[in-house]
């Protein structure tokens, strides 16, 4: 079992800045890829990046490319998101995930990932 408690999330202006945490215990030794998702009211879950073991892959969605950036702190067990720039469509609730499998193909799919957070709320204001 793995254990992911997100934090950071706010109320934050169009163009300001946040950055997410997720936390990850209990048997993180065999976690690999971790990734970040959004869940707006109404809407389905999306992805929007995610980051493998030893940091070396990363992936993002295109909405978010050049504004995001995902890094993990594998000795403390951590992920980071960190949002720049950010516009009202941002706005969503932030989930953490983490998954057990080799390799890259479904990381932007739910159904890669093993373990979720509770979600962290972000909300970007005019």
């Known amino acids: 079992q793995v254990q992911l408690v997100e934090s950071g999330g706010g109320l934050v202006q169009a163009g300001g800045s946040l950055t997410l945490s997720c936390a990850a215990s209990?048997?993180?030794?065999?976690?690999?890829?971790m990734g970040w998702f959004r869940q707006a009211p109404g809407n389905e879950r999306e992805f929007v990046a995610a980051?493998?073991?030893?940091?070396?892959?990363?992936y993002y969605a295109d909405s978010v490319k050049s504004r995001f950036t995902i890094s993990r702190d594998s000795v403390k067990n951590t992920v980071y998101l960190q949002m720049n720039s950010l516009k009202l469509e941002d706005t969503a609730a932030y989930y953490c995930?983490?998954?057990?499998?080799?390799?890259?193909?479904?990381?932007?799919?739910?159904?890669?990932?093993?373990?979720w957070g509770q979600g962290t709320q972000v909300t970007v204001s005019s």
């Open positions: 995930a983490a998954s057990s499998l080799m390799g890259f193909a479904g990381v932007r799919t739910t159904r890669w990932y093993d373990y």
């Open positions: 209990g048997r993180t030794f065999t976690t690999y890829t």
């Open positions: 980051i493998n073991l030893s940091g070396g892959n990363r």
